[in-house]
């Protein structure tokens, strides 16, 4: 799915899809990060130092979703949702974020540290235009982003689905992570929905 590229997505991603047209993927995964205390980010540093800082946040986690073969979708305040074609290029772009913001942040030790809550879940959804950006919707992306609100800081919470798939299984396993399973309601669901808290080792 071209329109998944990120290049393409920011030259041509309003031209997809018609105003009042929508398309079904078969399959996404979506990933939502969202800073950790970002309230009290503001609070400490004042509106223009703390929104210095989260840009360049979203600088290195649009960089990282990038070269993994996925695609920001959007912003919303301190928040990133982005998409993957691939499961195991999502897993992977989770554990280069998280290795990139700890670098960050200790290179910067005048500066607040940014922790990100991650969620990750793959499942079908429909495309559209929305705001002349190319959007998506449906059950999936809404369970995305819940299950990043599970999300603690430091940590990522995926689907059970999504950290089953094979190589996204073996990502895990070769990060050396702690895993913990367990079952969660979430609002809005009728079911119990399975996920997957992974934590460093050194965590």
Not at 16 to 45: C, K, N
Not at 57 to 74: C, D, L, R, S, T
Not at 88 to 112: G, K, S
Not at 158 to 176: M, Q
């Amino acid at each position: 799915l071209v329109a998944n590229r990120q290049s393409f997505r920011d030259m041509f991603s309003s031209e997809l899809i018609g105003p009042d047209a929508d398309f079904a993927v078969q399959s996404l995964s979506f990933l939502f990060t969202d800073i950790l205390g970002s309230t009290a980010l503001y609070e400490r540093l004042g509106d223009s130092a703390a929104y210095a800082l989260v840009r360049e946040h979203f600088a290195i986690i649009e960089q990282i979703v990038a070269e993994h073969h996925g695609a920001v979708v959007k912003t919303i305040g301190d928040a990133v949702m982005a998409s993957f074609m691939v499961a195991h290029e999502a897993a992977a772009a989770v554990f280069a974020i998280h290795a990139a913001l700890d670098a960050f942040n200790r290179a910067e030790q005048t500066r607040d540290d940014i922790i990100v809550k991650m969620g990750l879940h793959r499942g079908p959804c429909i495309a559209v235009t929305c705001n002349e950006r190319l959007d998506y919707f449906g059950r999936s992306v809404n369970l995305a982003a819940r299950i990043q609100g599970l999300s603690t800081g430091g940590d990522v919470v995926l689907s059970a689905s999504h950290a089953g798939e094979p190589e996204t299984a073996a990502l895990v396993r070769e990060s050396g992570w702690r895993q913990t399973q367990f079952d969660v309601a979430l609002k809005g669901l009728t079911d119990q929905v399975a996920v997957v808290r992974l934590q460093p080792a050194s965590a």
